[in-house]
């Protein structure tokens, strides 16, 4: 089985440049047909209410209901865009978000300029705490310079599990390129830390050059740290303005060729599977 780690999907297409079509462009019909087209099974949908979008939650939730056995939510909840963003009563919020929606896990996205301290403070700590309790899975967006504190809250909470978007924010090229990739691969040593293995596009240096062999190198020596503890991802539908989603499973599947047979079907499902099977149980 083939489960997607990561993907998005808005009833309006929240970015530039313009689309013809913004209302189907990131639609959860499109998300399906490229499911079923390239023989992915499941995905989990990371919200994320943005611009015209802002009920990106309750138009998840209700794509549950037209594929319950195909998609997972991953709540939004007090993202770095959100006017709750850090601030007191995050716990309280997050209980109320599963409450309302029928999520396994929730996503939270770090603002790159942030040390992420937040996550260990009073109000960090009482939020992971609930999300631990409830049960849920931690999605979340960060830089690399925001493990350290990720590290705290994944030795605090060990029944928390945490999947790392697209790498951890790692970037092939540029400064810091390997002090980032040993600040993510030190995360390895915490069973409860996952990484998807996603966003090829964005480890890159030129996001159109597939199979991106520019940034092999990270992914070897992420998976000679991680093995099954990572889980892939497409990131579909902001993939298509670099790579078909075919090519964004091929990048993995077929030119990640370091990786066993087994580990491959851990890493294409069956890791993410266990931790869904695991997961909070919801009513869709």
């Not at 967006?141 to 790392?164: D, F, T, W, Y």
């Not at 890159?204 to 990270?218: L, M």
Request: aromatic share 12%; hydrophobic share 40%.
């Amino acid at each position: 089985m083939i489960i997607d780690s990561h993907c998005h999907s808005w009833a309006y297409w929240p970015y530039l440049p313009p689309v013809p079509d913004p209302e189907n462009h990131g639609s959860v019909e499109q998300l399906i047909h490229q499911m079923d087209t390239n023989g992915v099974d499941r995905a989990t949908i990371v919200c994320a209410q943005i611009f015209r979008n802002f009920d990106n939650n309750d138009y998840v939730a209700s794509a549950l209901k037209r594929y319950p056995d195909r998609l997972e939510q991953f709540a939004d909840v007090d993202s770095m865009w959100s006017e709750t963003y850090h601030t007191p009563g995050a716990a309280t919020r997050l209980e109320q978000a599963a409450e309302r929606w029928p999520m396994k896990a929730f996503t939270h996205y770090v603002a790159s300029e942030d040390d992420a301290g937040w996550f260990n403070s009073p109000d960090g700590v009482d939020f992971f705490r609930v999300a631990e309790q409830l049960g849920l899975i931690a999605s979340i967006s960060m830089a690399p310079h925001h493990q350290g504190e990720l590290r705290k809250v994944a030795e605090r909470h060990p029944n928390l599990n945490i999947l790392c978007h697209h790498m951890g924010g790692m970037r092939a090229h540029g400064d810091g390129a390997r002090a980032n990739l040993e600040n993510v691969t030190e995360s390895s040593k915490l069973p409860n830390i996952y990484l998807k293995l996603s966003g090829f596009h964005y480890l890159t240096a030129t996001p159109w050059n597939f199979p991106y062999s520019d940034s092999r190198w990270v992914y070897e020596e992420a998976y000679a740290a991680f093995g099954t503890n990572m889980v892939w991802g497409s990131d579909f539908p902001v993939v298509k303005k670099s790579m078909t989603h075919l090519q964004s499973l091929e990048a993995f599947r077929t030119h990640c060729d370091f990786v066993s047979d087994n580990d491959r079907i851990a890493i294409l499902g069956g890791t993410l599977g266990a931790l869904l099977s695991r997961a909070r149980a919801v009513n869709k």
